[in-house]
């Protein structure tokens, strides 16, 4: 019984690598506040947003607008007038999830939406894009290492409102399936085993 478990455990093991070794799908909670305005000194309508999306993705291939890929778990504090989807460069690591209505990599005067911009080049610390990263345009700010990409407008004003550097950014990767059943093929062996043990022995 233990070594048919231990055979099953390995086979679904085996199962569970992916087409595509770079194939994630990772969940990223965050929180944003202390935005500012980029073009003057208008008093940000929002003052915080968070949310949480889960996203499966082959970090060696492009996205663009993809809406089919993405789970809104939540959002809130900043009204947003259309889908959420992400844009992701392959070549940088930088990962867009906003409102579709401009395209996630652009915030556009004058509508309801929001920006997150991550960079994923460490999968196991992203870190926030600034405006001072290269190919990063932030409009009147560009080149300030002092204020994220990450923001939003409305509209309600045409000025954009971007983040100032203190994001709180988590991720966690999500198991696939076959790596579930795996676990629990492990549970069930080791219950069995257990109750095993306890049962009770004859003697004489």
């Known amino acids: 019984m233990r070594k048919l478990v231990f055979v099953l455990a390995a086979l679904v093991s085996g199962a569970s690598i992916p087409a595509h070794a770079a194939l994630i799908t ?12 980029l073009n003057g000194s208008a008093v ?6 968070s949310g949480s999306f889960t996203l499966t993705f082959d970090t060696s291939l492009d996205y663009a607008g993809d809406t089919a890929n993405i789970i809104v778990n939540s959002f809130s504090g900043v009204p947003v007038a259309s889908p959420f989807g992400f ?39 992203p870190r926030a894009v600034t405006c001072a990263d290269p190919g990063i345009n932030c409009g009147a700010s560009t080149g300030d290492a002092g204020i994220l990409v990450s923001g939003y407008t409305s509209s309600l004003s045409n000025t954009a409102f971007f983040q ?3 994001a709180t950014v988590v991720t966690s990767d999500v198991p696939e399936p076959a ?15 257990a109750r095993r043990r306890r049962l009770p022995v004859a003697i004489g």
């Open 87 to 125: 844009t992701y460069y392959a070549s940088s690591g930088f990962l867009f999830i906003g409102g579709t209505q401009n395209g996630p990599n652009y915030v556009g005067y004058g509508t309801d939406d929001y920006a997150l911009v991550l960079d994923l080049t460490n999968l196991a610390a």
């Open 44 to 49: 940000p309508l929002y003052s915080s947003a």
């Open 164 to 166: 100032k550097a203190a």
């Open 179 to 193: 790596s579930w059943m795996t676990m629990m093929l492990g549970f069930a062996g080791i219950g069995a085993l």
């Open 26 to 37: 990772k969940t990223i909670d965050f929180s944003a506040n202390d935005f500012v305005d």
